[in-house]
């Protein structure tokens, strides 16, 4: 992480250079980098979203740019994006955008730009050693049987469900009453207290029902399996007589989400062939998960995992590039 | 039940003594108590306000606010732009001069304001950013704390000025400044992000704002202490208004004003950690939050360290400073004598700018020699987490069931047969009435009636639970209070704020946040207390405390959540270990600095007359120290307050958790009014404890 701020902030002050330098080779029309300012990607908190930005920022600095990360909270990042004091943000999760998305998006100044291709699962997990201590999961009708030794002092007799802290919308409480099982919601505060909380039962091999996602740098350390629930369909969340319980909604597994990229809108003017490029950007599980490990839980360095990966893979990014040129 | 046995023991107590008014006030109080009690179960409206009475501020605020965001968005962010150059400059200032360079020039000021002791302190600390690697990430928080500062003491001198000398501006200043040290910095920081967009500047302007109140204060402290002889003496020499002011009164205020400066260096760097959290800067709050989020303790608390030791060497400088500058007003001596630190400072300097130029390592530490032991940190608490869960979870589940839970949800909700071996029934609720109510009649005729309303009320809590008393009946109880104690304005101004929290529509979440706080302030104060207690007697003590202090008070407290979580999982008993942390420190500090300073000829005295130590401490120091106490326990419950944001992160539901909400959705209606909530909290406690403190003093003879 370190290492991403130190380049950060030298990239920061050698922006100011490398502008006057280029700025002695004037830009043609037509040629690429259409302006010398430096396209901003935000850099949020995970390991996946830096493995994203950096893919991303490695291609346009190969195709000539010159490339800023700038680390941005969650919601800020969609502000800054108004004005470009970030010029994109690649990976903005369908699950948790809340109102700001909305709110972004109507300034005008804000774009969306397709999915990156990353299928994001969030659903309910527990660390593997479970299915030893509850035969007959991941199947979600085994949990009923043994709710009790999921409790805590706090829940009993009932079983604990660690959920997403309260801001994150989460519809666990319904889904726990329409399912008929006999465990209690209890909200975590943070991403932090719900990754503390899978370390503490890992190191002491104990149950955890927990409310998690993927792809998430902790399942490169940990076997999180996945709870088999009634498989989504249209008409789940808001029809009652829908699914198993005809009395109740939600009585099915959390709808699979996507995950999009978003602009500046100025940047079709001022970069349209980089703006073009991030269009065609994708990024897919398989391509984030050993990249993810490598730097998790290998402790190799973000910058160069990023460059070998880039290196091996022109063949995908190619033809984006050749597509973006045109 | 209680209330009516209340009502008793408060009659006999009626009786016996001669006609007493505040008595019948809480005789009245009681009665109105045991009605509203009595129809909670006819009337929604006793625990719960009707919807419709609820004023949609919260909307009001949004909607004032875009509406100014839409007018004035193009001035404030004219003022970022502005802003932004200079701290630009300085961040590439600090990220050119290689680190020996910064190092050499930071000890020779470290030398100059505390000797070789501070000297060496300094190079360790910078030393031990370069080597866990992270110096860039230092510069960038020191080049925001390097311009905040400035602004910070700027403004707050001016503010400072206008407010001794200008009449109509005291009236608004103070209570500004009351305001601004009691909502919670985390509420800051939406307004300033709307206003000034993204980036750093939102942390400066954040960090400037946030240190200015003690500055203000202790500039208009400071010129209302200038001795008037002084003044007398100036006027008499002819000196004009303008030449009083800044030739006299401000120099001889000097002392009292550099205390303003040393806090609010402190504070502009606790802001500028808590600003972080909107990023854009990659400074080391950045580092030590995004750290926690990975749930990365040992990672966490190397950067956090780095916080610890600049507050430290922040502090230590500033003061040294400060009485440095008291002393060397009539020095002479060459140019070379009176500058020699200046000299050898500029010539380090330009010998490190040299060198670097010829070994890179002094330009950038070579990545190979890092030295970055986050991994045994975090293996050390996966250890004791794996080994010795059971025993902190069986204290956890003490502390829940027969602490927490009753003062949150009562005896009345918490009690069954799985951890108590019983039900709740009549009989023993019965029972447990009159054991409030002998314990009242006992401390009655031991002490004073005053006593024994404390201990109903107190048992009654216990038994109804902070979230079952009636709001009702809440307010009626804090009013009277405030009222007994302090008279009728803080009477007044009790209940005007209690119904900003009822008609807000937040009192639920102030409940839960008034329980978690106030649980976390009991234990914090009595464990405090008896720290301070035994430090303030054994020397040894003391100096093991005093590291242990500032480090809990400068580091960015997200640090310890993670270990907390693992050790005891996610949950109210988490929340409350952390705001304790927080808030104990005062408590100790305070104590032990009261009891240290009784007078030793007092102290002598009551030795000569036979004192047994115990005797000494109950009936002489701890009285005697009774005004700092009372001051820290004042402080320990804004630092409560302050702290309820970060304990969101664990998972509460009150006050701290709306405002954390607010400000990753940046709602700023929603957290203001949730901010201005924990300010009332804040305020109210304040003003009580406040009047009961000057009450006391009085009883004392201290005053």
Known sequence: ?326 | MIATNAVSALESAFHRRNYDPSLAVWLVTGVAVVALFALRGQYDWVTKLPEELVIPLEAWLNAFMDLFVASFKWLFRAISGLLEWPMNGLQALLHWLPWPATIAGSVVVAHLAGGWRLAVFTLCTLMYMVIVGYWDESMNTLALVGMAVPLSVAVGLFAGILDFSYRPAKSVIQPTLDLMQTVPAFAYLIPVLLLFGFGPVVGLVAATLYACPPMVRNVSLGLQRVPVDIVESAKMSGCTDRQLLWWVRLPAAMPTIMIGVNQTIMCALSMVIIAAIIGGFGDIGWEVLSTMRRAQFGQSLLAGLVIVLIAMNFDRISRGLTSRQRVSQARTGTLWQRHAHLWVALVAIMVAVALAQVLPELHDYPKAWIFYPAAVVNDAVTWFTANYFFATSAIKSWTLFYFLLPIRIGLENSVTPHFWGFALNLWISLGYAAAVAGLALWVDRATSWRGAVAVLITGGLFYFGTTGTPWAVFILVVTVTAFRVGGWRVGVFALGGLCFMLFTGIWERAMLSVYLCGTAVLIAFLAGGLLGIWAARNDRVSAFLRPINDTLQTIPLYVFLIPIIMVFLVGEFSALLAVIAYAIVPAIRYTEHGIRHVPAETVEAARAMGCTPRQLLWQVQLPLALPEIMLGLNQTIMLGLAMLVIAALVGTLGLGQMIYIALTAADFGKGAVAGLGIALIAMITDRILQSWSARKKVELGLA
């Open chain 1, 1 to 326: 992480m370190s290492d991403i701020l130190h380049k950060a902030t030298v990239g920061a002050i050698g922006v100011g250079l490398a502008a006057a330098l280029s700025m002695a080779t004037p830009a043609g029309a037509g040629t690429v980098p259409e302006s010398t300012d430096p396209i901003k990607i935000a850099i949020n908190e995970w390991t996946g979203q830096h493995i994203t930005a950096h893919v991303a920022g490695e291609i346009l600095k190969r195709m000539g740019y010159n490339v800023e990360y700038v680390t941005a909270g969650y919601y800020p990042q969609l502000t800054a994006m108004e004005d470009n004091s970030v010029t994109a943000a690649l990976e903005i999760w369908s699950s948790n955008i809340g109102e700001g998305y909305g709110k972004a998006l109507a300034t005008g100044n804000v774009e969306e730009i397709g999915d990156l291709g990353l299928v994001p699962v969030e659903t309910w997990m527990y660390p593997a050693y479970v299915e030893e201590m509850c035969p007959g999961l991941p199947n979600w009708e085994a949990l009923n049987a043994c709710a009790e030794i999921f409790a805590t002092p706090e829940t009993f007799p009932k079983g604990r469900f660690l959920d997403y802290p309260a801001d994150w919308g989460t519809t666990n409480v319904d889904r726990i009453a329409a399912l008929g099982l006999n465990f209690v919601s209890v909200p975590a505060g943070s991403e932090g207290a719900l990754v503390a909380e899978i370390k503490s039962a890992v190191a002491r091999q104990e149950p955890l029902l927990i409310q998690f996602w993927k792809p998430h740098w902790v399942h490169a350390n940990i076997d999180m399996k996945i709870v088999a629930l009634p498989a989504y369909a249209e008409g789940c969340y808001d029809d009652p007589s829908w699914g198993l319980n005809p009395d109740a909604t939600y009585d099915c597994d959390w709808e699979r989400g996507y995950i999009k990229k978003m602009i500046w809108s100025g940047m079709k003017d001022k970069w349209p062939a980089a703006y073009r490029l991030l269009q065609n950007y994708t990024l897919t599980n398989e391509d984030q998960n050993p990249m993810m490990k490598a730097i998790d839980v290998d402790s190799e360095d973000l910058v160069e995992v990023v460059s070998e990966w880039v290196d091996a893979n022109e063949a995908r990014w190619r033809p984006w590039v050749e597509d973006a040129m045109k």
